[in-house]
């Protein structure tokens, strides 16, 4: 079956830096865009960074400019290293795995998830 395990969060000070890592298994990693997500409590979960299968990324612009999203595709994991850590990053980071076809549509999977949490 499908599994993305996450890992590297944490509780760090602000200003100081984490490398969330999702190793994924069951699915052919190459063809999924992968993408971070995070919720803090009483909060909608949002999209961090995203990058496609062919590498192309983005962010979302709370976090542009601090974090960087990669991913390895021989090891079929996906990165995000956050550095310049805020106390409003903290919240519960959510790997996600996401593949459109013309035949199935969009769909994808989800992590249980790792807390992050930056105190002032």
């Known amino acids: 079956q499908v599994q993305l395990v996450e890992s590297g969060g944490g509780s760090v000070q602000a200003g100081g830096s984490l490398r969330l890592s999702c190793a994924a298994s069951g699915i052919i990693f190459s063809s999924y865009a992968m993408g971070w997500y995070r919720q803090a409590p009483g909060n909608q979960r949002e999209l961090v960074a995203r990058?496609?299968?062919?590498?192309?990324?983005n962010y979302s612009d709370s976090v542009k400019g601090r974090f960087t999203i990669s991913r390895d595709n021989a090891k079929n994991t996906v990165y995000l290293q956050m550095n310049s850590l805020k106390p409003e990053d903290t919240a519960v980071y959510y790997c996600n795995a996401r593949r459109t076809t013309k035949v199935d549509g969009s769909y994808g999977y989800w992590g249980q998830g790792t807390q992050v949490t930056v105190s002032s």
């Open positions: 990058i496609s299968s062919n590498g192309i990324t």
